[in-house]
């Protein structure tokens, strides 16, 4: 029988993910001064359980790099070498070279040499200096093919050569001690075992079995002599005893083929004068484990593991609960969604076939359709939890990135986080994630002061990045902030009109002027540092926050820190919608980017020649997009009156506007089908739908179309 | 056909004994540490136990010396799955009460042929 392990590949590379993750949450949070070593234990199991497995599974570099930072730890776990941020440095390092070498391995590859050499070579580096001992004897990790008891067949040969002759066979005096069996080992298991390898003539002495009064039945009494008539290495009869060698008395001596005849039949003081010889025979030229475990086991090796176990227990308590998980393949889950989107789509069609006069009185219809409907929402619901993930997916990283910048820095920066648990959709992790790495450096590098500069100004000197995340109505907020120097409005200004990204005599609100962090183009430091470029990132950052269907917020307080603020749905696949209409075309708009929704008298209006329109809401001017000027509708009336439609007034980073549609219709949940993969971008329009009476509605994007407002407005001024 | 204690805390490892096993016509149970292992076997009867060493909350031979105190597993083979190839574990892991030891790395066949031998 064969077992294709490569269907474990993928349990091994989650967990070994996890361990690496143990490891390098557990280096950054030691106290190297002062080192629990359950911490350190709970490291070393992290690193010993990926090479156990990665060594089973066949990946041997993860298994020889594993094996050497193994070394390193027991070191560090037996009190042999201490710590400090150097090392843990290069074991942090080793994180990373794991990390690479998993991820190879998953696409069954491996590091080139240089690249492993590269990581490996600082740990080598570690144990060969003198403030450790010198490392144990490398053993050579080997794939899962080779013999378990890890002995060549050569030492036989040898063996027999020193003989002058290859035996015909052995003689095997076998005495278990009386506690053999109390171990679990069956005498008779080892001599079937020996029978194997050939036929064997078995000699059973009784003569120990005591009285019935003293016999006690657990344990063994009886002792065997057992010839096998057949040659074989000596190591195979050694493999066979090797788990009872210090249960029992053994001699395993050759029968040579001359002299087999009056060996045979030898009597018995022979025998016990020969068993003699062979217990020197064993003792003295047997190499490898055998003498090994007899020189190391009592001296040395017993008390310290003893006192291992014991100073481990009492800490040990604390048992991660055990979740209860399966790995489903993504794309079954999102055909499933995919299905669940259908359904709540054919359940909308039957809500308004059940409109029909015809049906309104049929009550018990009626009723099982609002079962229906409820049903399928919670169906919806969890459906959609399948897909989402805690935050800490993408917030593991940061502790780690903080410190590491934080001592290239020469600051002192302290990472506090909230809200790992919080749920998202796992594209919006995944995509959130580069912009966030961006955002945090960003505050550790220039949000963040040097010591001298936080000195000066009268600050603790080290300085805090908080990392939060939490639940809003529907949306995701991720909070970036720090206590750094701020950002100054006029500074801002200043440069932004240097670098030609506003006229000279632009007058900016503080808001505004933060706001231009976010054009392209623009840097806050002159100099472009190792660690954040040139600034090339915010607008990146923006875009890609807005591809999600997000927002992002800027505020600054000079010398009190940064505060970026991040709004993002919870999924990317479901939306409640408000469709409108214009003619007979029905749009989507995000319900969650709108305020209100009114029909304007005619004393709002505003209209100025040359500038665009607006309605004065509650003594505040607002400007007014034409919705179907704005997305070229066909057919539809670009002049008509404001007082005759519907203004929807929607909000995008703290800005709000109209939308002049022709009419409201109903709110709903609608499934969101991406344009970009179904037709291509395009402006304004964030994806599309299909309603319940089966007609594809647009989904507006508000991010553009404010956009779109900002052009006209600016296209008016131009023109005024 | 027997029933199989297998104790580990890797999940792949535990998985690929397990699944290798009950491939070999084997009734296998599954434990994740010694405390949780212990538990499973007092509350049962096992033919045989195949347990990791280094386990978090409680290591593989600290349930044997406990499982092996038990009168019910006085005689049951208990297997270690070792990588420590060196002489100490091994001894320790003797002297607690284990029948023998399977060391790491070992393919699927070698597992089942030692299995079968225990067995008988």
Known sequence: MSVDLSRFHGVFFEESYEAVNTIETGFLDIDVDNVDP????????????????SATFGFTQVAEFTHVMENLLDQIREGKRGLNQDIVDVLLGSVDGLRAMLASAKSNEQLDQEEFAAFIGPL??????????????????????????GVTPEVSEDEAA????????????????????????DPLRLIRELAELGPCEVESDASLIPEWEHFEPLNSYISWTIRLNKYAPRTSIEEIFSWVEDECDLAIVPVLPEVSAPEAAASNDAAAES??????????????????????????????????VTKAKPKASSAPAESQSIRVDLLKVDSLINMVGELVITQSMLNMLSEDEDLQGNERLQQGLLQLHRQTRALQEGVMQIRMLPISFCFNRFPRMVRDLSRQLSKDIELVMSGENTEVDKTVIEKITDPLVHLVRNSVDHGIETLDERRAAGKSENGTVYLRAYHQVGNIIIEVEDDGKGMDPDALTAKAKRKGLITEDAILTDAQALDLVFLPGFSTKEEASDLSGRGVGMDVVKRNVQALGGSIVLESELGQGTRFTIRLPLTLAIMDGQLVAIEDEVYVVPLVSIIESLQPYQDMVNKVVGLQETIKLRGQYLPVLRLAEALQAPGADYQKPLTEGIVVVVEHENRRFGLFVDDLLSQQQIVIKTLDDNYRPVPGVSGATILGDGRVALILDVGGLAQLQNQADMNYADAG | MAKILAVDDSASMRQMVSFTLKGAGHQVDEASNGQEALTKAKGDRYDLIITDVNMPVMDGITFIRNLRAESAYKFTPMLMLTTESGADKKAEGKAAGATGWIVKPFNPDQLVATIKKVLG
């Not at chain 1, 359950?38 to 497995?53: P, Q, Y």
């Not at chain 1, 005096?173 to 506690?179: A, L, N």
């Open chain 1, 124 to 149: 080598d580096a570690l144990l060969d200096s003198n403030d450790g001992p010198k490392p144990t004897p490398t053993v050579s990790v080997t794939a899962a093919e080779t013999d378990p008891s």
């Open chain 1, 275 to 308: 068993v003699m010889r062979g217990q020197q025979n064993v003792a003295t030229p047997v190499p490898a484990g055998r003498t090994e475990a007899e020189n190391s086991s009592p001296a040395e090796a017993s008390p310290s593991p003893a006192e291992k």
């Open chain 1, 162 to 185: 020193a003989n002058g002759e290859t035996p015909v066979g052995w003689r095997i005096v076998f005495t278990p001690h009386k506690e053999m069996m109390q171990r679990g080992n």
């Open chain 1, 38 to 53: 359950e911490e350190i234990n709970t490291i070393f199991r992290a690193a010993h359980s990926i090479k156990g497995g």
